[in-house]
Structure formats: structure tokens, C-alpha cells
């Protein structure tokens, strides 16, 4: 399958380059597996692949991209124009640069635990 590659950077990560036809999520996997992203503390963060369960949410720092649908309920529009995409539903367009963000439902848990504390 022919495709243009483009270098994919995960801020304070590593980098690693993915192709315009595969998401980006694969391609981070891929250079998680080999060895590419070694300063990352856990495994990246993957679920249902498809755009619904919002665990994979990254910040999409300087670059292009295509992205397919996402859920609203992880994403909203507004969101998604400041930059905060699903890795599993975007596709690169140019050089990417891309920074973790945690998943809203994990933030919110994390508020209320500390209020509780």
C-alpha cells in the first residue's frame, strides 16, 4: 500500500513516523513495541480502537491530520479545534507533534477523590 510517511513526535517521549493511511495510534504502538518510545511510564493508553471509549485522547500540538469520527462524549467540537483528538481516529497529513492528555472521566475521578481527601 503506497503512502506518504511522515515523522510523528510524542512530546518528551521519542519519536517515531507513521504512514498518511494508518492511524496514528498503530503507528505509536508500533514504535512503543520497538523500543522507540522509551521514557513513556506505562504502556500507551488503548481501547476500543474505533473512537468510542476516549482513553487513547492526545493534544495534537503542530501538524495535520484527517481524523474520522469521535465520540462527543470524550471529544467535543470545541475540543477537537483546540486540538484534543482520539489517536485511534486520526491520520497524518504532515509531521505531527503530540502530547498525552489524560482521559476526562480519569480527571474527574481524580477531582472528586481529592476533595474527599
Do not use: N
Amino acid at each position: 500500500m503506497a503512502g506518504e510517511k511522515f515523522t510523528i513526535t510524542l512530546e518528551g517521549h521519542g519519536v517515531t513516523f507513521g504512514f498518511s493511511y494508518e492511524r496514528v495510534l498503530v503507528a505509536l504502538e508500533r514504535a512503543q513495541g520497538f523500543g522507540q518510545l522509551k521514557d513513556l511510564p506505562f504502556r500507551l493508553p488503548v481501547g476500543c480502537r474505533r473512537g468510542g471509549c476516549g482513553v487513547c485522547r492526545m493534544r495534537v500540538t503542530s501538524g495535520s491530520f484527517h481524523a474520522d469520527p469521535m465520540s462527543r462524549a470524550h471529544v467535543s467540537v470545541e475540543e477537537e479545534a483546540s486540538g484534543l483528538v482520539l489517536a485511534c481516529c486520526i491520520y497524518p497529513r504532515s509531521e505531527l507533534s503530540l502530547r498525552l492528555e489524560t482521559p476526562a472521566a480519569v480527571k474527574e475521578k481524580c477531582r472528586k477523590a481529592a476533595k474527599v481527601a
